[in-house]
Nanobody, 125 residues
């Protein structure tokens, strides 16, 4: 069983930065791909970024490419999402997810086995 706990969300102004963390329990973390997703009020879940187990492969949604950076520390069972140049349209609940069956990340929520509860990010204009 894997548990994921996100932290680092908050209320910021447009142009500010935040760093989200996703701490995992369980041994599966080190051999699993991890993704970040977000969901804004009244909208569906949207892929944000994903990282392979060895950090070689990183993928991003077009809307965040060049502003967000995903990384991981397998020794600490933690994945990070550095978010720079935040915009009001980035406002959402951000959740991390773990895919035990793939070494490379995908952008499909259905591919991920475990999900965290999420952390709120609010960007004011």
């Amino acid at each position: 069983q894997v548990q994921l706990v996100e932290s680092g969300g908050g209320l910021v102004q447009a142009g500010d930065s935040l760093r989200l963390s996703c701490k995992a329990s369980g041994r599966a973390f080190s051999w699993s791909a991890v993704g970040w997703f977000r969901q804004a009020p009244g909208k569906g879940r949207e892929f944000v970024a994903g990282i392979s187990r060895n950090s070689v492969t990183k993928i991003y949604a077009a809307s965040v490419k060049g502003r967000f950076a995903i990384s991981r520390d397998n020794a600490e069972n933690t994945v990070f999402l550095q978010m720079d140049g935040l915009k009001p349209e980035d406002t959402a609940v951000y959740s991390c997810a773990l895919d035990q069956s793939r070494v490379r990340p995908t952008d499909a929520p259905a591919d991920y086995n475990y999900w965290g509860q999420g952390t709120q990010v609010t960007v004011s204009s």
